[in-house]
C-alpha cells in the first residue's frame, strides 16, 4: 500500500530504486498497533540505554538489525540505537561507555558482555567532515544531523526503520515496512553510488539477501558485478568483521553460493577461488559441508570454530603448494610447513585474520599429517592434543568430501567411538603394518 502510494505521487523510481532525497521528509508513521513489535522481545540492556537517553531529554530509537529482524519474526543478535545526542553527549548519560570508531565515531554502552551500540545520527552529504576517495569511496563520517537525515545515509530500505520509544510507533521514511512484507531488497539511493561509498554495503547486500531469503534485484545485480573489484580498497581487518558475520549468519552456506555467483568470493579468497577453477580437487565439495555444518550449529546455537572454516578454505591450496616443494626435494613435514606460511601470507593481504585465528588454523592443517602415524604412543599423544577435536573433525569432512583418506578417516572414527577393547583390537589390525627401521643401505654403485 505504501509502495503503491509512493508511486502514485512519483515517489519511487521507475526501476523501483528509492531516489536518495532530502525533499522526501514526511514518514509514515506506524503504530505500535499495526506493526506488532513488543517490547518483550527487544533486549533488556537495549531498552535500558533508550530509556535512559530518553530522561535525558534525547531522542532514542532501536534501528537497523534489530527492528528487521523483529519484523520478519527472526531473533536479533543485538540491537542498534540512534539518537539526536552527540557521542559525548552519549557517554556522560552512559558511565558504562566508551567511545570507538575514527571514520564513524560511535558510544558502546557496556552491560558485562553484553554491548549496546548507540549512534549519533548523520547529518547530510555534503559536508567538508564527509571525505571521499577518489572512487567515491567515503574516508570519514562524522557529521551529525537529524533522523530525517540519518534515513538517506543507511544502506536498505530494511534497515532504515526507526522504532521509537517515546510512543513505540516506528517512523519509516524509504517505504522500508512494505519492502519487509513484500521481501524486498532496495537500496537507498543509487546503488552504484552507494556502493562506491562504501563498497562493503555489497557484501552486506547479498548476506541480508541469503539471511533472510530475499532475492538480490537486478538494480543491485549489475553493479555488484561491475564494481566487486572494489571491495580489494576495504581495509582487510574491515573484511574479516565482514566475513566473520557472513559465517555467523546461519545462512553461509547460502552466502557462499551467492558470493561465487557474483564473484565476490575471489575478491575476499582469491586463493582459494583460483584452485576452485583450476584443479579438481574436493574443495567444493569440502567448503559445502562445512557451510552447511557450521548452519546447523548456528541454527542449534552451537558454536563455531572460524579457525575450522579458514582450515576448510585454504586446505587445498596449501596442499598444492606442499606438492611442488616435496617435488623439488623438500621433505614432507616442512614442505606443507612452508606451504601453510606462503598461503596465510598470501590470505593475509585481502582478510586479516586475528593470530589466534591463524594459529588454530595452522595446528588444524599440521596435525593432519600426523593422522597417519598411529604406532606406540602416537595414537595418544594425539589424541591429547588440544587441537585434537577440531583436526579429527577436519580429517572426517575431508573424508566426507571425496579426498582420499577414507581408511584413515574410517580408523580414526573407530578409535575415538570405540571402548578400550575395539582400540586393542585396532592397535593390533595396524601390527602388520608396523613401521620397520631403515637399514642403511649401501651407497649406490651404478653412477
Ligand atoms: P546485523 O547486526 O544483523 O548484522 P545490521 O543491519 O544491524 O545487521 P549493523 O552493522 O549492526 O547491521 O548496522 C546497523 C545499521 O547501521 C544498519 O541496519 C544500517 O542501517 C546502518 N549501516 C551499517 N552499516 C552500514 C553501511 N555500510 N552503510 C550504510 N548504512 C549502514
Ligand atoms: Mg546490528
Not at 197 to 214: G, H, Q, S, T, Y
Not at 219 to 233: D, G, M, N, W, Y
Not at 319 to 340: D, F, R, S
Not at 371 to 390: D, I, L, Y
Request: charged share 25%.
Amino acid at each position: 500500500m505504501i509502495r503503491a502510494f509512493l508511486e502514485k505521487v512519483g515517489l519511487l523510481a521507475k526501476s523501483g530504486v528509492l531516489p536518495q532525497s532530502k525533499e522526501f521528509q514526511n514518514p509514515v508513521i506506524i503504530p505500535r498497533s499495526e506493526h506488532g513489535i513488543s517490547r518483550k522481545e527487544i533486549s533488556e540492556n537495549a531498552l535500558k540505554v533508550l530509556y535512559r537517553l530518553r530522561k535525558h531529554g534525547y531522542g532514542a530509537y532501536l534501528v537497523g538489525g534489530g527492528v528487521r529482524d523483529l519484523l520478519l519474526g527472526l531473533h536479533p543478535k543485538d540491537f542498534d540505537v540512534a539518537t539526536d545526542a552527540t557521542p559525548e553527549q552519549v557517554q556522560r548519560v552512559f558511565r558504562n561507555c566508551r567511545l570507538i570508531g575514527k571514520r564513524f565515531r560511535l558510544a558502546h554502552v557496556y552491560f558485562g558482555y553484553d554491548i549496546v551500540e548507540v549512534a549519533t545520527f548523520r547529518g547530510a552529504e555534503q559536508s567538508e567532515e564527509l571525505s571521499h576517495s577518489e572512487t567515491g569511496m567515503i574516508l570519514r563520517d562524522n557529521v551529525y544531523g537529524t533522523l530525517a537525515q540519518d534515513v538517506w545515509r543507511r544502506d536498505f530500505t530494511m534497515n532504515a526503520l526507526y522504532y521509537n520509544i517515546a510512543d513505540f510507533s516506528l517512523v519509516d521514511y524509504t517505504g522500508g515496512y512494505a519492502d519487509i512484507k513484500a521481501k524486498r531488497l532496495r537500496m537507498i539511493g543509487n546503488p552504484s553510488d552507494r556502493f562506491r561509498e562504501d563498497p562493503v554495503r555489497m557484501l552486506r547486500a547479498i548476506r541480508f539477501a541469503c539471511k533472510v531469503n530475499f532475492s538480490i534485484p537486478k538494480e543491485l545485480a549489475q553493479p555488484i558485478v561491475e564494481l566487486k573489484a572494489l571491495i580489494s580498497q576495504v581495509s582487510a581487518a574491515r573484511l574479516f568483521e565482514e566475513v566473520m558475520k557472513m559465517f555467523h549468519s546461519g545462512a553461509a552456506s547460502a552466502i557462499y553460493k551467492m558470493l561465487t555467483k557474483y564473484g565476490l568470493f575471489a575478491e575476499l579468497f582469491p586463493l582459494t577461488a583460483q584452485h576452485l577453477k583450476q584443479t579438481s580437487d574436493p574443495t567444493e565439495a569440502l567448503l559445502s559441508i562445512v557451510f552447511e555444518n557450521t548452519d546447523k550449529r548456528i541454527k542449534e546455537q552451537k558454536t563455531v570454530t572460524p579457525a575450522f572454516i579458514i582450515s576448510a578454505l585454504l586446505w587445498h591450496p596449501i596442499c598444492l603448494k606442499a606438492k611442488t616443494y616435496v617435488n623439488e626435494g623438500t621433505g614432507p613435514y616442512p614442505a606443507q610447513m612452508t606451504a601453510i606460511e606462503d598461503m596465510l601470507y598470501q590470505q593475509a593481504k585481502y582478510i586479516s585474520i586475528p593470530k589466534r585465528i591463524v594459529q588454530g588454523a595452522r595446528e588444524i592443517w599440521l596435525l593432519q599429517m600426523r593422522f597417519a602415524k598411529r604406532h606406540g604412543k602416537r595414537v595418544t599423544q594425539m589424541m591429547s592434543e588440544p587441537r585434537f577435536r577440531a583436526a579429527y573433525d577436519f580429517l572426517l569432512v575431508r573424508a566426507q568430501s571425496g579426498e582420499n583418506v577414507h581408511e584413515l578417516a574410517n580408523w580414526w572414527q573407530s578409535y575415538v567411538e570405540g571402548d578400550s577393547t575395539k582400540r586393542r583390537a585396532l592397535m593390533k589390525a595396524l601390527g602388520g603394518q608396523k613401521k620397520r627401521r631403515k637399514k642403511r643401505q649401501p651407497p649406490s654403485q651404478d653412477v
